[in-house]
């Protein structure tokens, strides 16, 4: 994805100046939206490493996955904490559509907020 385009989060500004800094490493997560905001981004431009940089290490898996075959469309933030997020993740898969609803949890570790797990919402 080019830095010049909107950013996958929604935010109201370009990849570049939204979530890429984050994937790059040129600064940190400020809140745990932004960092889900950032993780939203990192699986709608293929950005592994980077899920895998923020996960905490506590609840991390060995490695992770982005299927090139989910297209993420749009994301949609319900609530926001200080350490939880819920949100509607739209995606795309061929002609299929769908919707992730999500409550995830986040942790600060050495001053740097950390992703920890979630749970669906029905």
Known sequence: MR???PCPCGADTSYGRCCLPLHRGERQADTAEEL?????????????????????????PGTVDVDPAVVWTGLEIVDAGPDEVEFLAHH???????????????????????????????
């Open 92 to 122: 795309r898969q061929g002609q299929r559509t769908g919707t992730l609803h999500e409550r995830s949890r986040f942790a600060v570790r050495a001053r740097r907020w950390f992703y920890l797990d979630g749970e669906m919402v029905e």
């Open 36 to 60: 889900m905001r950032s993780r939203y981004s990192a699986f709608a431009v293929g950005d592994a490493g980077y899920l895998w940089r923020t996960w905490h290490p506590s609840t991390r």
């Open 3 to 5: 830095s010049e385009n």
